[in-house]
């Protein structure tokens, strides 16, 4: 089950990606010798909702836009399991609310990347 | 290159590595003199002693309270360069980027460190693989830039060159002082003690006369150090250095080969053409005692006042430093120092000597200050005549040296990267004709013809240094040159997480003459 903020997802996403963000450099020498030069890993997870009602998606906006952190766990994962990871998150919905009007998406898609 | 672990050296070499780096910053400036390396059952934890690092001694820079700043570091570049004649001093400068999200750099937002977004500030970074870390710089910063848009902090910051480079000496007058020797006064004066410097043998005659008093430390290290075509420079450690002119010839063990396999970059490029080289120096020495200055005209000193007359000497080499002036006397003689009083300044009305005494006098080398008092309440006195008798420090010779490349002149025309005039060097703390000449020559024998100069990106490695040799190997050309660094330069940022790149110059490496191993008639030679 995934879990955000300690609390289970109800409605479980449509899509979900996880991955590692790495601050890392390669270099290939004359002779094509590649080095790696790696600092540090950072574990990401995507994940997208569709046929949202638009109430939701308000909650959903107030929630992802605050500057706090949030936790994010995935049991199921690989990357995230056991342990709830910070991270803070950014929407990657394309398009966007409008101000003063209706909400005009019905889809959400927010990255949770760790601290 | 420094000296690191096994572990170390393995990682740098590895095809997947993990970099490691650290910035400490001493904001508050907080000094303890008595700091030093960490001893169990002496020292308490959170006091001021640090944990002993690669380095071996504690250095002026590790006796400041820092102010770990590792996990904020955007990028950071160390650059170490000489110009293309490498001789005098170098000096090592970085940038720094932190990032300021928290804004904890804000000026005036953090209570700790708030006050303290400042210039000036102690500054040491670190690189390294897998946790072991090696020092890199330690300096201090130059004015911080705070951007709120970007939520950074910028700097830049030089080793501590720029200390002394704005150091003031108040030394006393030297005389027939080896360079090594007044390099241990300088940096004495300067707050360096013994275990912080290392220092090569002078290869020149003691220098006849040096005033150091009003002159800029690191410009005089500059001077003298370049008369003896040596190299000065602080280390990553903050452990100043001098070599000698024959430091390469003595010290071309190899630290590595550069190939194919471990090169990202290789650029060749010629080094200036330099084959005609004109050394001029005028030493001073201290003469015979002499007449050194005499007033100009009577100055009048008021009733109960004092009146300071301050003696600037000069002769036809510009300004004379005297080394001791005789105390002036009131009295009429021809061999030592007086001065003489009247009621008129024309000398007309009496001496009345009795009212003026002379209450202070001061050599500050080039000139020298007299304060005269009136203990007279209603008559006004003159000083009609002064003259001083010292020992000048006056130019005893003029030592011009030109040597020149003949081959070279006819393949490339006279110095050609010179508007194709002789080189000319004029550096008056040269003390001997014989200097001069190995001066012209060593230059001339160096960059005679282009030499290889080669820009080069390796896999970095941050325990190379600056004087390091290495063997390059071109895999096309299957030779193998020996080359020195004279310039290194070393990055990391989140997005290039480490970049180094040399500035390596090959180099007519002389095997010298050692008694007991060379053969007379055999390759190799003395010194010049």
Known sequence: ?115 | MQTVSAAFSTAAAAAINQPAFGAQVSWLKTFNASATFFTIGTSSIGGSDFIKGAGGVATLFDKYNYIDESNNVNSTTIERTMSAIPVGIMSAQTDIELNNASNRYLPGFDVTIGNYIKPGRPLKISMGFNGETVQQFTGFTQRPTVSVANRTLTMHAYDAMEYLNNFQSALTMQTNISTTALLILLLTEAGFSSSQWSLETSLQLPIGFVAPSGMKTGDLINQIVSAEQGIAFFDEQGIFHFWNRLHFDLNSTSVGTLNYSNLIAMDYVDTPVINDVIVISKPRSVTANQLVWRLSSATLVQPSQAVTIIANFNDDDGTLPVSVVDLPLYIDSQITSFYKTNTASDNSGSASNGNITLTSVSNVGTAYFMTFTNASTGTPMYITDIQLYGTPAKVVATYQQEYQDTASITDNGVNPDNSGVPLTITNNYIQDATTALAYATNIVLQFGQPRRQLNVQPQANPAWQFGDVFSVFNDELATTTKMVTFGTKLGMSTGNVMAQSLVLEARVFRNLFTIGTSSIGGLDSIPA
């Open chain 1, 1 to 115: 089950m995934i879990q955000v903020d300690g609390s289970n997802v109800t409605k479980m996403p449509t899509t979900l990606t996880e991955y590692y963000e790495y601050a890392r450099s390669d270099t290939f020498t004359l002779n094509d010798t590649m080095q790696r030069n790696q600092i540090a890993k950072k574990r990401c997870a995507e994940m997208s909702w569709n046929n949202i009602k638009q109430t939701d998606i308000a909650g959903l906006l107030a929630w992802a836009e605050t500057v706090t952190s949030h936790t994010y766990k995935n049991d199921s994962s690989s990357k995230f399991a056991n342990t709830p990871i910070t991270c803070l998150v950014t929407i990657t919905t394309p398009g966007a609310y409008i101000a003063g009007g209706s909400y005009m998406i019905d889809t959400f898609a927010v990255k949770f990347r760790e601290v």
